[in-house]
C-alpha cells in the first residue's frame, strides 16, 4: 500500500507563488508516474503536470511557463512550484502515483487547498 500525503497549499494574491510537497511512504515500486491534479467547485478533475521516474515531464496548456514539477526519488517526495498565480488556478489539488509494474495501480492524497485572490 502507498500513502500519499500533500502540503503547502494556502491563500495567495494573483501574481505570487506557492510550492506544494507530496511525500509518499509504504511500499514504492521503484517504476511510477506521479503527478498533481486539481479539481475546482463545478468542474472536472485535470491534470496539472506529471514526471516518470526517468524525469520525464508533461504540463496542461493553462500552466506551461508558470509551474514546474519536480521529484526527489531519494526522499520519494513529489514537488509542484507555482508562479504567476491566477484566481483560475484555485482548486483542491491532489497528489497521485500510477505504476503499471504488475498491472495498472493508482494511489491518491487527500487534497490540498489552493485560493488564488484577485
Known amino acids: 500500500q502507498v500513502q500519499l500525503m500533500e502540503s503547502g497549499g494556502g491563500l495567495v494574491q494573483a501574481g505570487g507563488s506557492l510550492r506544494l510537497s507530496c511525500a509518499a511512504s509504504?511500499?514504492?515500486?521503484?517504476?511510477?508516474?506521479m503527478g498533481w491534479y486539481r479539481q475546482a467547485p463545478g468542474k472536472q478533475r485535470e491534470l496539472v503536470a506529471k514526471?516518470?521516474?526517468?524525469?520525464?515531464?508533461n504540463y496542461a496548456d493553462s500552466v506551461k511557463g508558470r509551474f514546474n514539477i519536480s521529484r526527489d526519488n531519494a526522499k520519494n517526495t513529489l514537488y509542484l512550484q507555482m508562479n504567476s498565480l491566477k484566481p483560475e488556478d484555485t482548486a483542491v489539488y491532489l497528489c497521485?502515483?500510477?505504476?503499471?509494474?504488475?498491472?495498472?495501480?493508482?494511489?491518491w492524497g487527500q487534497g490540498t487547498q489552493v485560493t488564488v485572490s484577485s
Open positions: 497521485n502515483l500510477q505504476t503499471v509494474q504488475f498491472g495498472f495501480r493508482q494511489y
Open positions: 509504504g511500499i514504492i515500486f521503484t517504476i511510477n508516474t
Open positions: 514526471i516518470t521516474n526517468r524525469g520525464s515531464t
